[in-house]
Nanobody
Framework: QVQLVESGGGMVQPGGSLRLSCAAS????????MGWYRQAPGKERELVAR???????NYAEFVKGRFIISRDSAKNTVYLQMSSLKPEDTAVYYC???????????????WGQGTQVTVSS
């Protein structure tokens, strides 16, 4: 059973920075891709950033130039460095991992429990 445990959330002032961590119970290189999503109150969960197994990254437009996703394979951990934070970045941030199970089964998705990020003065 794969477990993803997020940490690093908290409250920060606008313009501040936070780094989120997602520790996996197994090798992160066993996943096709890992990413960060967020969900604000009353809104749907949305993709923030994703990192594929071969190192390709993609970001939502609203975080480009401000957030960076990275990984440390030796620690089985994925990070989200968030800078220039805005009040609208306030949300619960979730770590996600996708495991490709083949054409018949597609992707198997894993989720962490989420970590709250609040940007407020």
């Amino acid at each position: 059973q794969v477990q993803l445990v997020e940490s690093g959330g908290g409250m920060v002032q606008p313009g501040g920075s936070l780094r989120l961590s997602c520790a996996a119970s197994g090798s992160i290189l066993s996943f096709s891709r890992m990413g960060w999503y967020r969900q604000a109150p009353g809104k749907e969960r949305e993709l923030v950033a994703r990192l594929s197994k071969d190192g390709v990254t993609n970001y939502a437009e609203f975080v480009k130039g401000r957030f960076i996703i990275s990984r440390d394979s030796a620690k089985n951990t994925v990070y989200l460095q968030m800078s220039s934070l805005k009040p609208e970045d306030t949300a619960v941030y979730y770590c996600n991992a996708d495991e490709w199970r083949g054409i018949s089964y597609g992707f198997l998705n894993y989720w962490g429990q989420g970590t709250q990020v609040t940007v407020s003065s």
